[in-house]
C-alpha cells in the first residue's frame, strides 16, 4: 500500500510509529502565522493522508466517469470502483451483505433518510421516539419534523453530571407505543461513549429498532453492526481521514427493503411509466441520481488506511493522548471540563472562568491551535450544563503531546490576556 506507514493491521500500540504515521499527513506541516498548526478540531472534521489525496487524484485523473449507464470501458472502471468501495465499507463494519451499506452525503443525510424512509410510513400519530440529552442535531431535528408531521411523542433520556446516560431511565422509558430508538454512539459535545449493545439489546425486547448515530463512534473504535446487532448505523467520511460529501447509512437489509424511498429519480428505479414507476433494489433504491463517485472511493482509500494502523491502535494511542491532555488541563485553574465520563473518547469540552468562548478560540488560533468553540450542533447538552458554550479539543491519532503542551499553555495565555 502506497504511503502509507504502516501495513499489519496485527500491529499493536507500541509497534506503531505514530511520529511517521504523522508525516502521512501533509497538511499538519503548515504554519498559521509563522506558528505551527496544532490541529485539535478533529470530531468536525478529520484530515486527509496522502494515500486517500493520491487516490482521488488518480481517480480524477484516470477512472472518472459516470457510473452504472454505460458499456465503456471508464464507466466500468468507475462502477467497479465505486462498487469495491461500498465492499470496504461492509467489510468495515461487518455488515453481512453489501447491498446493506448505502452511500448517502453524510451522518445528516443517512439520519434524514431513517426519518424519511422508516418514520414516515411506520410511525403513527402518539407513537414515541427515544432519543437521549446528548443527540447532535441532526439526529433531533428530524424526529421532531417528523412527530409534529404524525402527532408522535419524543421522549428523551437524561444524562449525569458527568454527561452519561441514565441507563435506568432509558428502560423506564419503553412502553407499547415505542417505536424508534435514536442513539448518539460517542458524544460529539463531550466525548461520552454510551453503552449501545445493552441498549440496543433492551430496545429489541421490545421489538424496536435502534438507529446509531456513528459519526463519532466509527472514526475511534472498531464497529461491527452484526455484534452490535443495531439495526441502522450512520457516519461520515469525514471524520474518517476521508473527503466531504458522503456517509453511509448501514440498514439491516429486511428493514431497507420494508422502506420507502426518500429520493427519486435516476438509478433508484427498475421501470418508469407515467402510471407506475418499480422501483429498484437496494441499495440502489435510495441513492437517486449520480452518486459522490470520486468521494466515495476516497472514502474507500481512507478505510483502506484506517484499517492498515487498526481502529484497536487508533483508540488506544487516542486514549494516553486524553489522559495526558485531561492531567494538564485539570492542573490549570479556572479551567473546567464538561463531560467526564467514565468511558470517552479524545474529546475534551472546557470552559474557562471569565472568559467566553470564542474568545479563547481567537487566542488559540493565534498561536496556531485549531479548537472549536460553540455549542457544537448539540444545544440539548449545553443547556443541561447550563453553559452557552464549550471550547473543544478533540485528538485524533496524529496529533501528539507536542500539540497537548500547545494548548495548556495557549490557555495561560488566554488567562493572562483577559483576567
Ligand atoms: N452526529 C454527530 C455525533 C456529529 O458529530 C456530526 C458532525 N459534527 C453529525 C452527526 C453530522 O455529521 P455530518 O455533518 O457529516 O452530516
Redesign the pocket.
Known amino acids: 500500500m502506497n504511503s502509507v506507514n504502516v501495513s499489519l493491521k496485527s500491529e499493536i500500540t507500541s509497534d506503531v510509529d505514530w511520529g511517521r504515521i504523522r508525516s502521512d499527513f501533509p497538511i499538519l506541516d503548515l504554519k498559521i502565522d509563522g506558528k505551527p498548526l496544532a490541529y485539535l478540531d478533529n ?2 472534521s478529520s484530515q486527509m493522508p496522502q494515500f486517500v489525496i493520491d487516490r482521488l487524484v488518480r481517480y480524477q485523473t484516470k477512472q472518472h466517469a459516470n457510473i452504472n449507464r454505460a458499456v465503456h470501458y471508464l464507466s466500468e472502471v468507475a462502477t467497479q470502483e465505486y462498487h469495491d468501495a461500498r465492499c470496504k465499507l461492509q467489510q468495515f463494519i461487518n455488515a453481512h451483505e453489501d447491498r446493506e451499506v448505502i452511500f448517502t452525503s ?4 443517512s439520519i434524514n433518510l431513517v426519518m424519511q424512509g422508516y418514520g414516515r410510513k411506520f410511525i403513527k400519530a402518539n407513537d414515541e421516539i427515544i432519543l437521549t440529552t446528548l443527540e ?1 442535531h ?2 433531533i431535528v428530524p424526529w421532531q419534523m417528523l412527530a409534529n408531521e404524525k402527532g408522535a411523542r419524543i421522549r428523551v433520556v437524561p444524562i449525569n453530571d458527568n454527561g452519561e446516560l441514565e441507563i435506568g431511565e432509558y428502560e423506564k422509558l419503553f412502553n407499547e407505543r415505542t417505536k424508534f430508538v435514536g442513539l ?1 454512539h460517542v458524544s ?1 459535545a463531550l466525548g461520552t461513549i454510551n453503552p449501545i449493545k445493552r441498549m440496543i439489546d433492551f430496545a429489541h425486547r421490545y421489538d424496536v429498532p435502534v438507529l446509531i ?1 456513528g ?2 463512534g466509527a472514526p475511534h473504535m472498531s464497529i461491527d453492526v452484526q455484534a452490535l446487532d443495531c439495526d441502522f448505523y450512520a457516519f ?1 467520511a ?2 474518517l481521514c476521508g473527503p466531504t460529501g458522503v ?1 453511509i447509512l448501514y440498514g439491516k437489509a429486511a428493514l431497507l427493503e420494508s422502506m420507502q424511498p426518500y429520493k427519486g429519480g435516476g438509478d433508484m428505479i427498475a421501470s418508469v411509466t407515467f402510471e407506475e414507476t418499480i422501483y429498484n433494489t437496494i441499495p440502489h433504491k435510495f441513492e437517486a441520481g449520480t452518486p459522490p463517485i470520486a468521494a466515495a472511493i476516497g472514502f474507500g482509500a481512507a478505510i483502506d488506511y484506517l484499517t492498515a494502523i487498526g481502529l484497536e491502535n487508533i483508540g488506544a494511542y487516542e486514549s494516553t493522548l486524553l489522559d495526558y491532555a485531561t492531567d494538564c488541563l485539570v492542573q490549570i485553574p479556572g479551567v473546567k471540563i464538561i463531560g467526564t465520563a467514565k468511558e470517552k473518547t479524545a474529546v475534551i469540552s472546557f470552559t474557562v472562568d471569565g472568559v467566553h468562548p470564542h474568545d479563547i478560540g481567537t487566542i488559540l488560533n493565534q498561536d496556531g491551535i485549531a479548537v472549536r468553540t460553540g455549542h457544537h ?1 448539540a444545544q440539548p447538552v449545553m443547556q443541561r450544563f447550563n453553559v452557552p458554550a464549550t471550547s473543544r479539543a478533540s485528538f485524533a491519532f496524529y496529533n501528539n503531546k507536542t500539540e497537548v503542551d500547545a494548548l495548556v499553555a495557549g490557555i495561560k495565555t488566554v488567562q493572562k490576556v483577559f483576567l
Open positions: 470530531a468536525a453524510g451522518t445528516t443525510d447532535h441532526s439526529n448518539i460529539n448515530d459519526a463519532q461520515s469525514h471524520k456517509g450542533c
